[in-house]
């Protein structure tokens, strides 16, 4: 798709393009305020978020009251709702997303939202940290260890359930054909390390709603034997096994691909990948240090990754909600939006299988399509929301005399700097100079949004 | 569903207001019997018509046993007869005289007005029993008669009115003309201090009870706001809970196998609070799903 650049300077596009990867998209007054600080500046602010309570935790807890003691993924969703759609820390949020589709865990077989909630709430702890946290305390989170069966695994009869997803699925990963870096007798040893792990057995939530579920370890109920794990022959329990894991060149081969894909494009470069691989190496595994290298990348940088990347549900969702900016209460809308992803094909909290979410074109359908367009349309249609207000607000004052590209162009670029292709350009420059000089200027800025927002080119980012 | 508020009509009933998530409709007022939780009947149940609730916050009776109720989603006070009867309803969103921007809290003095807690105006809003704007007071802020978020309220003996000052972690008490009188409470979880205090209750017995929300506990105070007890909750079984996990068999060995034993004892997210002549105190244990009772001696006949 070759692009049109919308009446935006390079560093607002590429500010933007930065957002809206690191982040769920931008209004053009934050991309102003980053353009501020600096390209470089925003990257280290995205990657260094203090982790802790928002300070709207209270009035969100207050108003979804069900939503703080969460039985069920449905109780639960305002929780993540409200912070991908208004909190500061964008990378703090997608990092999290990221992680719940890579170390997926699902919310109908735990059927424990605060559980759901905790490992969320996990991932952006550690999330941009050292791989070898992430994965150990994953390998403690109780919930993993209930949604793949480990209470199951015994010294005498291991359960082969999370030995083998932690290799396959969440560390080294398999080819095409199916081929791991590892072998059977790698997943056995592995399950046999995991022996012993387990989550706690907890309260039945049915009548006094959840308690917090809690990781147990039964040394009693641990092998202790010697295990070969890919290579290494030793009395191995689960944090050497993660430690083992780590360390394996298809491990940083692995996370990378996966940072690549979340973060760059859905069809990976290897040539970048493998750089990437490098820098996770050289780093000890960090995230943070791999996320630097792609978003400081001249390949992240260039104009030919820009929009070729399917919006998710919840990019698509969230991003067009921080656009109308007009989350500053916890309200009825709020716990909404959660429904509106779900109906596009993204049950946040309740990924699919063990392999979380197929991202990509998988995303797209005939009637995914239409809820798109229509949940987008619909609301940037609020004229009353502060977002569209703004946006409004920018195509007036970018005057009264604009060719009809040229108001395409302030249209897009009040959206947030976005671009569209030649062809699309076209059809929007043709719809604007058949609109009437007469019309309503809010009226017709507001049809041209939702025009916008309606092209298959804003399922891109 | 999560009860909020919890009031005792004349003739002896429980009136147990329940919420949940928006999303979810598990909105009602269930009437119970005090003694043998026997459930009577429900009503206010889950919609945005007249009759219903949606977000529900607090309920009181007024003295002719009739029935208000606050919704900060339709931003309405509603009124019942007291076998869920719907009479009338009033109200409407924004911040002008008589209008409402989240109705948090809901008591009735001892003429029959009503006082309610505009919490997103910061305000405390007086009505006649028909529904007639009488006055307001309170202003955003942390300075003697300001709010921030408030949610609870409540009126003792001599009209005067108490609010559970949420985000400032404080409780205000103002005189029946909603002049400041005093207030006591700061931020923390030592005695005496709150993390959003979500109700205060003026006790039969004197005391002043407040549900420190965040903090999981319920404190009690005299009327100066000395601090006397905190209560972290003590529930055994109900008698439903104890019929569930009779035909549970399952169920009732996963709890006992979990060691919680002491843990299902606590509140959590205390929030409405009542107080019965024959010195009980109902308290609305808003996350367990569950009101604690708990028993003081009673009031002393009248002679």
Same mark, same amino acid.
């Given at each position: 798709?070759?692009t049109?650049?919308?009446a ?5 596009a ?36 203090e ?21 069920s ?17 964008q ?12 170390l ?6 735990l059927?424990?939202?605060m ?21 150990l ?43 791991g870096?590892?072998?059977e ?43 070969t ?5 030793g009395n ?13 060149p ?21 040539q ?28 992240f ?30 309200d009825?809308?709020t ?9 596009m ?17 998988e ?24 977002g569209?207000?703004q ?10 005399s ?9 249209c897009?670029?009040?959206m ?34 939702q ?11 | ?7 005792l009509?004349?003739d002896g009933?429980?009136?147990?207001l329940?919420r ?8 009602r007022?269930?009437?119970v019997?005090?003694?043998?939780s ?19 916050? !607090?309920?009181d ?24 009867s719907f009479?009338?309803?009033w109200?409407?969103e ?24 505009d919490?997103?105006n ?17 202003t ?5 008669g ?18 559970a000052?949420?985000r ?8 029946p ?31 002043i ?5 965040r ?5 009690v105070?005299?009327?100066?706001g ?10 055994t ?10 035909v549970?068999p399952e ?9 919680? !034993? ?6 959590w ?9 024959d ?18 001696a ?6």
């Open positions: 798709m070759t049109t650049t919308a935006t300077d390079t560093d607002t590429l500010m933007a393009h930065l957002l809206r990867r690191a982040g769920f998209g931008a209004t053009r007054n934050q991309i102003d305020h980053y353009l501020e600080k600096g390209y470089e500046a925003t990257v280290e602010e995205l990657l260094n978020p982790y802790g309570e928002p300070e709207d935790q209270d009035l969100l807890d207050r108003y979804f009251i069900a939503s703080t003691e969460a039985r993924v449905g109780h639960a969703d305002p929780q993540w709702s409200w912070r991908m759609a208004t909190s500061p820390k990378l703090e949020e997608k990092i999290a997303l990221f992680w719940h589709s890579l997926a865990v699902g919310g109908i077989k059927d424990h939202g559980e759901m909630l905790t490992e969320i709430d996990l991932f952006r702890r550690v999330g941009l940290g050292k791989f070898r946290t992430l994965l305390e994953i390998s403690r989170n109780p919930g993993m260890m209930y949604w793949l069966d480990n209470q199951n695994s015994h010294k005498d009869a291991p359960n082969e359930n999370y030995g083998r997803e932690l290799l396959e699925l969440f560390s080294m990963g398999i080819d095409q054909n199916g081929e870096a590892y072998t007798d790698d997943v056995k040893a592995a399950a046999r390390a995991f022996t012993g792990w387990a989550s706690k057995p907890t309260m039945p939530p049915f009548f006094l709603g959840p308690f917090p579920m809690e990781f147990r370890f039964d040394p009693e109920d641990h092998d202790e034997r010697d295990k794990l890919l290579g290494e022959t191995w329990n689960g944090d050497d096994a993660v430690n083992i894991i780590v360390q394996q298809a491990t940083a081969e692995f996370i990378s691909r996966r940072l690549y894909q979340f973060f760059v494009a859905d069809e990976p470069d290897q970048e990948v493998r750089k990437l691989a490098d820098v996770f190496t050289e780093n000890d595994g960090e995230i943070r240090a791999v996320l630097r290298a792609i978003f400081n990348s001249e390949h940088k260039s104009e030919e990754i820009r929009f070729r990347k399917v919006k998710s549900p919840a990019e698509l969702v969230y991003g067009t909600a921080r656009l109308t900016d007009r989350f500053d209460l916890p009825m809308d716990s909404q939006l959660a429904n509106y992803a779900m109906f094909g993204q049950h946040l909290l309740n990924p699919p299988s063990v392999e979380g979410w197929h991202e990509g074109e995303w797209i359908d005939s009637g995914a399509l239409v809820e798109r367009i229509n949940f987008a349309s619909s609301q940037l249609e609020r004229t009353d929301a502060p569209v207000e946006m409004l607000e920018r195509v007036r004052s970018a005057g009264d604009l060719s009809p590209r040229e108001y395409v162009n302030a897009l670029d009040a947030g700097a976005i671009q569209l292709s030649d062809r699309t350009m076209n059809i929007l420059t043709e719809h604007a100079a058949g609109q009437s000089i007469h019309q309503d200027q809010r009226n017709r800025a507001t049809e041209m949004f025009l916008i927002a309606s092209t298959p080119d804003y399922q891109y980012c | 569903m999560n009860p909020v508020d919890v009031r009509a004349r009933n429980l009136y147990v329940s949940s998530n928006a999303s979810n409709k598990n909105v007022i269930s009437v019997t005090p003694i043998d026997e459930f009577l009947f429900e009503f206010a149940n889950w919609g945005t018509e007249p009759g219903k609730a949606t977000q529900p916050t !607090a309920m009776f007024g003295p002719d046993d009739r029935l208000y109720l606050a919704d900060e989603f339709t931003q309405t006070i509603s009124v019942f007869e007291k076998d869920g009479l009338t309803r109200g409407e924004g911040s002008g005289h008589g209008q409402f921007n989240r109705p948090s809290g809901l008591a009735v003095d001892s003429a029959g007005d009503l006082f309610v807690v919490h997103l910061a305000r405390v809003q007086k009505w006649s029993p028909d529904g007639q704007h009488l006055s307001s007071f309170g955003f802020g942390t300075g003697h300001q709010f921030n978020f408030p949610w609870g309220i409540s009126i003792d003996d001599q009209d005067h009115v108490w609010i000052d949420w400032n972690d404080r409780i205000q008490r103002f005189s003309e909603g002049e400041f009188v005093s207030a006591f409470g700061s931020s923390g979880n030592a005695d005496g201090q709150f993390d959003r205090p979500s109700s205060v209750h003026c006790g039969r017995d004197g005391n009870y407040v549900s420190d929300w903090n999981d506990r319920v404190q105070f005299d009327r100066d000395t601090h006397r007890e905190t209560l972290v909750g003590s529930a079984l109900s008698r439903w809970c104890q019929e569930f996990l009779d549970n169920q009732a060995g996963w709890r006992e196998n979990s060691g919680m !034993a002491e843990r299902e004892k606590l509140f997210r205390p929030a409405g609070i009542e107080t019965g002549p010195g009980r105190i109902y308290i609305a244990d808003s996350c367990r799903h569950r009101i604690q009772i708990y028993q003081r009673p009031e002393p006949a009248l002679v």
